[in-house]
């Protein structure tokens, strides 16, 4: 399994809980465990999780998702980056997505598929967003970007530019239980 079993030891030595699962079958077994007391679901706008299946299971099963709220239950997101020592990095536009990963709800769950893991430390993790992530990302949102155009990070002052606020998890944010899905599979961008 990649080094999935490698990256979940070192998340854990960061604070986190984290477990490595094969398939996304899998990680949608422990969501579902982890959901069956939470009310309401926050939804992180993450391909990784709508490629995984969570989605249409938890709506499926009943649970109110909200898209992108601070008060919940139980936050659902995947990462856009994750490096083999266990920092966690993600870029968004509004920030409301990271924010609600640090702050308000009872506990965060991050999928994150193996293609998403990179050796280097955060200068890989950047590089490996603004390369993989950025021009997806703008193109399934509508955005007019260079980088939607031609995967090409031009850092651009675009308007419609989603790379604004960087958030980078060095460690498990205090009293936000956080546990952390490595699935081996690639998931999302």
């Not at 094969?22 to 926050?42: D, L, N």
């Amino acid at each position: 399994m990649y080094k999935l079993h490698e990256v979940a030891a070192a998340l854990r030595k960061r604070g986190f809980e984290a477990i490595a699962v094969a398939t996304s079958a899998e990680a949608r077994e422990v969501i579902a465990k982890e959901a069956e007391s939470a009310a309401t679901i926050g939804w992180g706008g993450s391909e990784s999780l709508k490629e995984s299946g969570v989605r249409d299971m938890l709506e499926k099963s009943g649970k109110k998702i909200l898209d992108h709220e601070l008060i919940m239950d139980l936050f659902l997101l995947s990462a856009n980056a994750l490096t083999s020592d266990g920092r966690i990095v993600n870029i968004d536009g509004r920030g409301n997505r990271v924010a609600a990963s640090i702050a308000g709800p009872k506990k965060v769950i991050y999928v994150i598929g193996k293609n998403k893991i990179v050796e280097g430390g955060i200068d890989a993790a950047l590089e490996r967003i603004h390369a993989k992530a950025c021009g997806p990302n703008c193109r399934r949102l509508g955005k007019k970007t260079p980088c939607a155009i031609n995967d090409v990070c031009l850092d651009c002052d675009s308007p419609d530019r989603i790379c604004k606020v960087t958030a980078i998890f060095d460690r498990c944010p205090t009293g936000m239980p956080t546990l952390v899905i490595l699935v081996d599979e690639d998931l999302g961008y």
